[in-house]
């Protein structure tokens, strides 16, 4: 079957966070949403099927985690990503974003320290600040247009650190981590005595020329201790029904984290959570497959684009996931006026950089997961605000 991702699919008057925030958040609803990272194509028709077959029932009542779900996940994690998994190491939460949290309560106390490497996805500031622990920062460098860990740097702050929480790929920059520099945190991390927090969410959106390593994969004496997150709503466009899974094979790291999960009431899910993800890692190969070649086709658009028609952006070429990070400092506008410029001049809706961290500022990022003609449109509205400054 060959998916169409040209597709225009109307999202008005579904509650779609990306379209209601517009007016509250950026004080307009004429811009084009490119900030929250989900996809403008089509949920895969499995995934769809896998819904409407549960729906047959008519009856919603309390759902339990078929083996089905647990196996699901065990052959995508050795067959994508060489992970070898067992049951009893998967646990069931609602979201990525929660299980953080839940980890922050579970391997640290208030007070503790926990490292993260800015510019980073802003909910891991907010999981430390919420819990009162407190954030230390190890910052990534830019080297050659990509992200690089400054790893002296890392060594002296993840020292007084309980907890270090890896963003793998990373977002926003899109850096896909390499073996040797995985090996390298662990080897610090292990030195010190400090646990690891891999989120790896945007693992399967590796783009076709890289390789993710999942943190887990390096060893068994990296794996006891490693916590990974990850889910197949990222991949598979289906973050509304919270659902996403923690593998953690240290046994006694395991009951902490289930010490915390299921004291708050958080390991049922809800009755889409499980089927759905079965329908994605058994049917979702060649789906997957062609929305990596079209977003990569999406990527080298913009980046062709750019450097045509605006030489003043720079941008990370993302190696993983369909966002990227567009660096606007040459214009030497305060981060104030770089917002207000994409979004009342532009009439775009993009992240701004600097909720990533202080050394965001400057960036802001864009989503790519629309059809062609979408980012065709932004670009050109980008251009023209260019032009007209």
Not at 252 to 268: C, W
Request: contains cysteine; aromatic residues 12%; neutral net charge.
């Amino acid at each position: 079957m060959n998916y169409n991702f040209d597709e225009i699919i109307d999202r008005k008057g579904t509650d779609a966070l990306k379209l209601e925030a517009l007016l509250p958040r950026w004080g307009r609803e004429d811009l084009i949403p490119m900030w929250i990272a989900d996809m403008d194509f089509r949920t895969p028709p499995f995934i769809v099927n896998a819904v409407k077959k549960r729906i047959q029932c008519e009856v919603f009542g309390y759902t339990d985690k078929p083996l089905a779900w647990y196996q699901s996940i065990i052959n995508w994690q050795k067959r994508r990503h060489h992970l070898n998994i067992t049951k009893e190491m998967i646990c069931f939460v609602p979201g990525v974003v929660p299980a953080i949290v839940m980890a922050m309560e579970a391997f640290t106390n208030v007070g503790d320290n926990v490292l993260i490497q800015p510019p980073v996805y802003y909910p891991f500031e907010a999981a430390i600040r919420n819990t009162s622990r407190k954030v230390v920062t190890n910052p990534l460098l830019i080297e050659n247009g990509q992200y690089r860990i400054n790893f002296e740097d890392f060594e002296e702050k993840v020292k007084i650190c309980k907890l270090f929480i890896l963003c793998n790929p990373h977002n926003p920059g899109g850096r896909v981590w390499t073996r040797e520099e995985l090996q390298k945190l662990a080897d610090i991390c292990s030195k010190y005595q400090v646990l690891m927090i891999s989120d790896e969410i945007h693992a399967d959106l590796t783009l076709p020329s890289h390789q993710h390593t999942s943190l887990a994969s390096l060893s068994k004496e990296v794996a006891m201790n490693c916590v990974t997150f990850s889910s197949a709503s990222k991949t598979f466009n289906m973050a509304g029904l919270a659902s996403a899974y923690a593998i953690i094979p240290n046994p006694e790291v395991r009951q902490k984290f289930l010490d915390k999960t299921v004291g708050y009431m958080l390991t049922d899910g809800n009755i889409f959570a499980f089927q759905t993800t079965v329908a994605a890692y058994e049917e979702g190969e060649e789906w997957l497959s062609q929305l990596l070649q079209y977003i990569q086709g999406n990527i080298n658009f913009l980046l062709q684009y750019v450097d045509k028609y605006l030489p003043k952006v720079k941008y990370l070429i993302p190696q993983a996931s369909y966002l990227v990070f567009l660096d606007f400092r040459e214009l030497g506008l305060s981060q104030e006026e770089l917002v207000s410029f994409c979004t009342n001049k532009a009439h775009l809706a993009l992240v701004d950089g600097s909720v990533f961290g202080k050394e965001g500022t400057g960036f802001m990022r864009i989503n790519l997961a629309s059809p062609r003609s979408v980012i065709e449109k932004a670009l050109n509205q980008l251009k023209e605000a260019f032009s007209n400054n």
